[in-house]
C-alpha cells in the first residue's frame, strides 16, 4: 500500500508545500544548523543518509549545502524523480531503490548522519518493524555518528473518523489543484492506526473540467515518547525529541 501511495504521488508530491523550492531551501538549512549543533566538529561536509527521501525534499537542501548525499527510498516512482531534481539543479547525490528495513544491508556503514524526515516512520505498522529499522539506521552510522528523525505529534491529533486535514489550493500550468487528506482511525475511531485518502481535486482554469485523484494508505499514530524508547532499545545513546528546529519535531540519537 505505502509503494502504490508514493508511486501515484511522486508527479504531484511538490504541491504539498506552498513553495516546493523555498521548501528545500529552508529544510536543508535549518536540518544543517541542527546536525551542526548536535555533533560539532569533524569535517564540515558531512557523510549524509537519508533512508525515506521521497521526492527530495531534505536531501535536495543538504546536497546544495555541500554534503555528501545517499538517499533511498521504497517507491521507484519518487526515486526516479529525485534523481531528475538532482540533476536539474546540479547536485550529485547516489539515489537508489530500497525499504527503510534494509538499511544497512543496502548501504552500508561508515555514515556520519542517517536521517528519516517528514513523518516516514509511521509507514511501519509494529513496534517491531520500527525498533529493527532503528537498528538498520544505527548500524549505518561510524561510531559517534547521529540519526534524526522527524515526525508527526500524534499526542496532539484528534482521534476519530471523518477528519479532513486542509493542505490548500495551489494553481500550477493552468491547473488548480485543490489537496486535502481524510484520516479514519481504526478501531472506531479510537485506535493506534489510521487509514488516510490524500485528495487531489484539479481543475482546468481554462474549461472548467474537474478530475479528482485519491492516494490511499495506513499509518501506525505512534507517539513521539515511543519512538525515542525504540531508538535506545536499538542501541542509539543520547535519545531526545527537539522541538522548534524543524517544521515537526525531531528526535536524535548517536551511535556509541
Known sequence: MTNDFYDELAPLYHLIYPDWNESIRAQGDKLAQLIGAEWPGGNARRRVLDVSCGIGTQTLGLAALGHALTASDLSPQEIERARHEAQVRGLDVAFSVCDMREAHTHHGGGFDIVMSCDNSMPHLQTDEDLRATFRQMAACLRPGGGCVVSARDYAKEERGSNLVKHYGARVENGLRHV??????????GKGEHYDLGFFFVTEDLATHAVSTRVMRSRYYAVSTTRLC??????????VRRIDDAFFQPVLVGTRP
Open 179 to 188: 489537496l486535502f487528506q481524510v484520516w479514519d482511525f481504526t478501531d472506531g
Open 229 to 238: 524508547e525504540l531508538m535506545r532499545e536499538a542501541g542509539l545513546e543520547n
